[in-house]
């Protein structure tokens, strides 16, 4: 997906009776659009170009609330930003944590 963004903009609404939330990934960005405007009950799937979507709250026009290591949460548009890089960082962290375990339980065996 991290690379992909850069051709393509993917998201992904659920909507209920209430609300509609997002998730979307672009230009390196994961992004949550959260309590949206409801349209079609249930899931929906689409792809858009990489521009369609903000990659920070600067490129709409909005102030962040707060931002760190370039993560963002802009809560006048009830936007999270998040680089892509964090759950990449973290998926690497939780393997290389569970390799590291798996390899000490054998040596105590």
Do not use: H, K
Request: proline letters at 6%; charged letters at 25%.
């Amino acid at each position: 997906m991290w690379v992909r963004g850069n051709w393509a903009a993917d998201c992904i609404t659920r909507t209920t009776n209430d609300r509609a939330d997002s998730i979307y990934f672009t230009r390196g960005v994961l992004g949550f659009e959260l309590f949206t405007i409801p349209d079609e009950l249930g899931w929906r799937y689409d792809r858009a170009e990489p521009g369609d979507f903000p990659r920070s709250a600067g490129e709409i026009g909005v102030p962040a609330a707060w931002s760190f290591l370039g993560a963002q949460y802009a809560p006048a548009a009830r936007l999270i930003l998040v680089p892509m890089w964090v759950p990449a960082a973290a998926t690497a962290l939780a393997a290389a944590w569970g390799w590291r375990r798996r390899v000490r339980s054998r040596r105590s065996r």
